[in-house]
Structure formats: C-alpha cells, structure tokens
C-alpha cells in the first residue's frame, strides 16, 4: 500500500517538474495559445505582407497565362521576385511564431477572372476598351500593392528587434526596384530622408 502511494507520487512529482522545463512550457505556450515571440506591430506587418504577397503571387499566375503583353512583362518581374520573397517570409514568421501562409487569403474568382479577360460575344471595340481597362487596374494594382509591401518594411526595418530590423534591410532594396521595374514613382519626399 505504502509502495503504490509511494509510486503514484513520485510519478506525479516527475510529471509536474518535466511539465515546469522552461523550454517545454514555452513551447506548449506557443503550440496551445497561438501566441507569437514578435511584437504586435511586428505581427501585424507580417500578417498584412503575408496576405498582400500570396494574393499577388496568385494573381501573377493568372495574369501571366491570360494577360496582354505589359500585364504579363509586370506579371513575370512581380512573380520572380515573390517566388524568392515567400520563402525568407516564411522563414521570419516561423521563427517568430507567426501562422504562414496566412489562412482565409481568398482564392481569385470568376468574377475577378471576368474583369481581367474579355468575353467573346462583345464587340470589338468594348473588346479593346475592357483589355485596355484589364491592363491599367492589373499594373495599377500590382504598384499600390508592391508600394504597400515597401512601406511595411520600412516600418519593419525601425522594430525593435534586430532580426526583423535585418530582414526588412536585407529586402527593402529588391523591393524599391521592382516598385521602380514596374513603373512605380519613388516619392521626392522618399529621398530627403535618406
């Protein structure tokens, strides 16, 4: 009797201090809250950059197969450079905890389809004028949205972390060419503070 209580404790014991190891508590933390060892401004960088880059990566594919010949030359550079940029991003969000690829990033539509392609049974002219309008959204798109992923690294790039510092660092100048590749303008204002 004395032996099985003995027994029962000591396992109860050993559970308790194996459970108390820092390390298992903070990976349990980790695994079971969903929190995140980057700050919240850090978090919701990624979170944002994240969407905006798989979204865009997406739309490339399809812009690539289906677009006219400026779309498509946009749509090559934008896709080159998110194929290398997703991985790093992957890499800096799972070693700060950071759920990627982002869940709930909606797939394009038909009707998101619809807007970039003409339909056959329209005129000519309505024919060109939607390409015309397809071509201008399509590269007016990409720039806000590659001028959003460069903003948010800059803001990235003043963290407090030095790792997140060193990555925004490390990808901000891709980013500002291929804003600059694909006919964005660089603000005069942009300079003066360099």
Do not use: W
Not at 16 to 43: I, N, P
Not at 82 to 102: E, K
Not at 107 to 136: I, N, P, Y
Request: net charge negative; charged share 20%.
């Amino acid at each position: 009797m004395k032996i099985n209580t003995f027994f029962a404790a000591t396992i109860c014991a050993g559970t308790l201090f194996t459970s108390c190891v820092h390390q298992t508590a903070q990976e349990r933390q980790l695994k079971y809250t969903h929190t995140s060892l980057a700050d919240g401004d850090a978090f919701a960088i990624i979170q944002r950059v994240g969407e905006t880059v798989l979204t865009g990566a997406a739309r490339a594919e399809q812009i690539a197969s289906s677009g006219d010949m400026q779309s498509k030359e946009v749509a090559a550079q934008v896709k080159a450079f998110y194929t290398q940029f997703i991985p790093s991003l992957d890499s800096v969000a799972t070693a700060f905890h950071i759920d990627f690829p982002i869940r709930g990033i909606p797939a394009l539509t038909e009707a998101d389809t619809a807007a970039l392609e003409s339909t056959s049974d329209t005129t000519l002219v309505v024919e060109e004028d939607v390409q015309v309008h397809a071509k201008e959204d399509y590269v007016h798109t990409t720039q806000h949205d590659v001028a959003f992923v460069k903003e948010q690294l800059t803001r990235l790039s003043r963290n407090t972390n030095k790792d997140l510092q060193n990555f925004a660092h490390e990808h901000l100048p891709a980013v500002s060419a291929l804003y600059t590749q694909i006919g964005g303008q660089e603000d005069a204002h942009d300079h003066a503070h360099h």
